[in-house]
């Protein structure tokens, strides 16, 4: 059974219910969780993330009508909480793509959605999927910084992008309530991309307080993770976000000194547990990037995976 949901169709593979663009078939989504499932269990070497809560890996699928090239995202079970969690507000998935469909609207960037799948049991969500168009040539933010660690014109660019894309999600009205380092894609222009669409919500009501909490997880991040990145590049990254956004002028000082309590008191909550929460994903370039590399399924016996290095990043 299959219907259409904008430009989305709705079909059924065994117990995956897929949301998909009409020119990425059902069966390639299942093949590609397979794919990504195998390498979830190959461990980090194989992903781009590996972590309990979630994980990432790159594949590609070779069809008749050409080739797919996608980042596959699996949301972990994340118990009972977590079910109620997506009963109430849909899953994981499914709340990345609506959040897709906000921001297209806004000069943010973002990777294409091609497709989502849930598995439900009894009516509950156990797990869901998130396939988007793989962003050749990018990185994610720690892996850019750490490349131009001594590129300072090219770094105090990607300082000024980066406050610049998030000032224009906030004068959209939008929030991401999960900056992490890793969230943040830094394409091979320079651009800013955000991943992890789940964790965009609306700015208001609580705007300051939720514009608080955005720049000084970014400050905690930066400080955690940079303690090399000079003073000039944070003042960078602050007055291009204000400049995107000069109704905020009058209260610069104010919020750069809330911004950095926040993430003050941020840094000392990490440094009073163990392990750090940048543990699950890459922090410097790799020699070489995990890649699967599959032909289209078609009736019969699958055929075997290619798990090979290949450059670009989800």
């Not at 910084?145 to 998030?166: F, K, N």
């Not at 900056?179 to 609580?206: E, M, Q, W, Y």
Request: one cysteine or more; proline letters at 6%.
């Amino acid at each position: 059974m299959s219907g259409t949901d904008l430009r989305f169709e709705t079909s059924r593979v065994q117990d995956l219910h897929v949301l998909h663009q009409p020119g990425v078939p059902a069966a390639v989504v299942a093949q590609a969780i397979r794919l990504h499932r195998a390498n979830f269990e190959r461990g980090r070497e194989a992903c781009e993330h590996w972590g309990p809560g979630s994980s990432v890996s790159h594949v590609l699928i070779r069809t008749p009508v050409g080739a797919l090239d996608m980042a596959v995202k699996w949301n972990h079970w994340r118990g009972w909480r977590g079910a109620l969690s997506d009963a109430l507000h849909g899953s994981r998935a499914r709340r990345a793509l609506e959040s897709s469909r906000r921001l297209a609207g806004t000069p943010v960037a973002q990777a294409e959605v091609l497709a989502l799948a849930e598995r439900r049991r009894a009516g509950v969500v156990r797990e869901s999927f998130l396939l988007t168009r793989f962003v050749a040539g990018a990185d994610p933010l720690p892996v850019a910084l750490a490349r131009l660690r001594e590129s300072r014109r090219e770094r105090r660019a990607l300082a000024r992008a980066l406050g610049e894309a998030i000032g224009r999600l906030h004068a959209a009205g939008l929030d991401h309530r999960d900056l992490k380092h890793s969230n943040l894609l830094v394409d091979a222009r320079g651009g800013i991309a955000l991943l992890d669409l789940d964790a965009l919500g609306r700015l208001t009501p609580f705007a300051w307080r939720r514009r608080v909490r955005a720049l000084g997880q970014l400050e905690a991040f930066a400080r955690d993770l940079y303690a090399w990145l000079p003073s000039s590049d944070h003042a960078r990254f602050l007055s291009a976000y204000l400049r995107v956004q000069p109704g905020l002028a009058a209260s610069r000082r104010r919020l750069v000194r809330d911004a950095l309590r926040s993430a003050g008191r941020r840094v000392e909550r990490w440094r009073r547990r163990e392990p750090r929460p940048s543990r699950h994903f890459p922090l410097a370039p790799r020699d070489t990037r995990p890649c699967t590399i599959a032909d289209g399924e078609a009736a019969g016996p699958a055929p075997a995976a290619a798990w090979q290095p290949r450059g670009g990043m989800s």
